[in-house]
Nanobody, 124 residues
Framework: VQLQASGGGLVQAGGSLRLSCAASGHTSSSFTMGWFRQAPGKEREFVGTSFRGQRIYYADSVKGRFTISRDNAKKTLHLQLNNLKPEDTAVYYC???????????????????WGQGTQVTVSS
């Protein structure tokens, strides 16, 4: 399985961006796909995930501002980032796994597959 992230860029506070993650290889609609982010000097943190294609979970810090959507036909996961804040500045990574259990979705080391990161920079 390979994951290819795209999108990102520089935006002013309050602005919006859209990230996409395309999966290739042997995946199914039940493949868990999600997003993490990592700011300089900080650990990689959970943003949100589409768990087995059934339900979407978000970190509290992004609830109401970020939206995950999934196109199973195109094997693509999108992350719509609205009302961006400077503290959202980070490298965003998409992640995937075929055997993840629900309690593990928040931990980056439980995901087997990773895309390359894409930079999101929010200026104040």
């Amino acid at each position: 399985v390979q994951l290819q992230a795209s999108g990102g860029g520089l935006v002013q506070a309050g602005g919006s961006l859209r990230l996409s993650c395309a999966a290739s290889g042997h995946t199914s609609s039940s493949f868990t796909m999600g997003w993490f982010r990592q700011a300089p000097g900080k650990e990689r943190e959970f943003v949100g995930t589409s768990f087995r294609g059934q339900r979407i979970y978000y970190a509290d810090s992004v609830k109401g501002r970020f939206t995950i959507s999934r196109d199973n036909a195109k094997k693509t996961l999108h992350l719509q980032l609205n009302n961006l804040k400077p503290e959202d500045t980070a490298v965003y990574y998409c992640a995937g796994d075929s055997r993840l259990i629900l309690s593990s979705i928040y931990y980056h080391d439980r995901y087997d597959y990773w895309g390359q990161g894409t930079q999101v920079t929010v200026s104040s």
